[in-house]
């Protein structure tokens, strides 16, 4: 068993943390009555160890804005997606699902939903909110 989760920590399998991955399957397995009891059960999970999320510095910022840059629908689009990405500190998918009702112009707000179903609001500034309207 320990192989194997050291098989699924190596480079090139991602996909969710092994444990939760493993513990998964196996209950799985357990609920399919393909076997009577989990090899995980005794097992604790091993410890992944938390790896930072990389930060973009400013001249990064800066050319990644730049890029967006322009007048056609595209450009207006990529526009608002990242600065709206970067002010809200918002997930992908919590953009992703945004309507046009879920902004308010008048607050420069966005209300999204969160993980879990759990609406919250997040404000915007100005040039995020031009590139909204836009």
């Not at 444990?19 to 059960?41: D, Q, T, Y």
């Not at 410890?47 to 730049?66: E, F, I, K, W, Y």
Request: net charge negative.
């Amino acid at each position: 068993m320990e192989a194997w989760i050291g098989h699924l920590l190596a480079p090139g399998h991602g996909g969710g943390a092994p444990s939760v991955r493993s513990s998964s399957w196996f209950k799985w397995l357990e609920g399919e009555e393909e076997l009577n009891r989990s090899p995980m059960a005794t097992m604790k999970p091993p410890t992944v160890p938390a790896s930072p999320v990389p930060v973009l510095g400013d001249d990064q910022l800066t050319a990644l804005l730049r890029v967006c840059e322009g007048k056609g629908f595209e450009d207006r689009r990529d526009a608002a997606l990242v600065r709206t990405l970067l002010d809200t500190g918002s997930r992908l998918a919590e953009v992703a699902g945004l309507a046009v009702a879920d902004v308010d112009f008048g607050h420069d707000v966005v209300h999204l939903l969160g993980k879990g179903s759990r609406p919250r609001a997040c404000p915007f500034e100005r040039r995020t909110s031009h590139a909204l309207d836009r």
